[in-house]
């Protein structure tokens, strides 16, 4: 019902408008006319008239398709999409850079779309929040997006494990130096084997997929992308658990060789 009152108010505002500028059009057409041209006076009201009536015609039919539309996604129901690796290498220049006046230079395929590829589009579909759980994380790329997350204001979480977060290639490192808050495994009995992220609390990317290039390019990995909420809720959950599990305020310093170790992080 609000979908159709809302075409009958743009209706109205519409035969307004044009009844305005008709009969402004037409005192100034019947000001140049003689008598004998009354005639032609008619005939041009009349062709106002009809063209008005296309307009509101054309309206309605745009607002038409764009409610089908709608109803036709809608009726598929939530997101989603399942993307399997390894993924062929191609240019992702277009996904960080919208601007770019120039074609890349660079000898990777161009316009194709890839599992990697998708999965980056996902990512950087982020307006809110990004709350990222992940074993390991070295790939360059994946990292270049998460960092132009933060610059956008994007509120960005992880959750990582300790011993894989200081291996060589990690970009935790820099994730951190960039100001996102990382937390890892405080317990050195078990791994944080996880690998997910939940976008702006609604989209839940999940998988097998560890973020390195060897799984992106080498590697037989899956990943499943969807908005499904009885799928979504429970990650969320997880993901809380863990951040508040592994909140450096709730854990003693230990002591490595004598010396304190202690890693903090400051929330945003």
């Known amino acids: ?19 305005e500028q008709n009969m402004h059009a037409a005192r100034a057409f019947s000001c140049r006319l003689s008598l004998p041209d009354m005639s032609q006076q008619m005939s041009f009201k009349e062709l106002m008239k009809v063209l008005g009536l296309g307009a509101v015609a ?22 989603k999409e399942v993307l399997f690796f390894p993924s062929p290498q191609a240019c992702v220049e277009h996904l960080f850079i919208h601007h770019k006046h120039f074609p890349c230079a660079c000898p990777l395929p161009h316009g194709v779309e890839t599992s ?22 070295s ?25 894989y977060m200081t291996i060589t290639g990690s970009q935790i490192g820099a994730l951190r130096k960039a100001g996102i808050c990382v937390r890892h495994e405080m317990s ?39 908005e499904e909420p009885e799928l979504v809720g429970p990650y969320q959950k997880e993901f809380q658990k863990l951040w508040e599990a592994n909140d450096p305020a709730n854990h003693k310093p230990q002591c490595t060789n004598g010396q304190l170790n202690i890693k903090t992080c400051k929330d945003r």
């Open 116 to 137: 990697f590829s998708r999965l980056l589009v996902h990512l950087l579909s982020a307006r809110m929040s990004l709350d990222l759980c992940v074993f390991s994380f």
């Open 58 to 79: 054309f309206v309605l039919g745009v607002e038409w398709l764009n409610w089908l539309k709608r109803r036709l996604r809608d009726s598929h129901g939530p997101l």
């Open 188 to 226: 050195s009995a078990v791994h944080m084997h996880h690998k997910f992220a939940l976008v702006d609390g609604r989209k839940l990317i999940t998988g097998s997929l560890n973020w390195t290039l060897t799984a992106v390019q080498s590697n037989k990995e899956n990943v499943m992308v969807t």
């Open 1 to 19: 019902m609000n979908l159709f009152n809302r075409f009958f108010e743009k209706i109205r505002l519409i035969r307004a408008i044009l009844f």
């Open 139 to 163: 790939h360059m790329e994946l990292s270049r997006a998460i960092l132009l997350l933060h610059k956008r204001g994007v509120v960005v979480r992880v959750v990582t494990d300790r011993d």
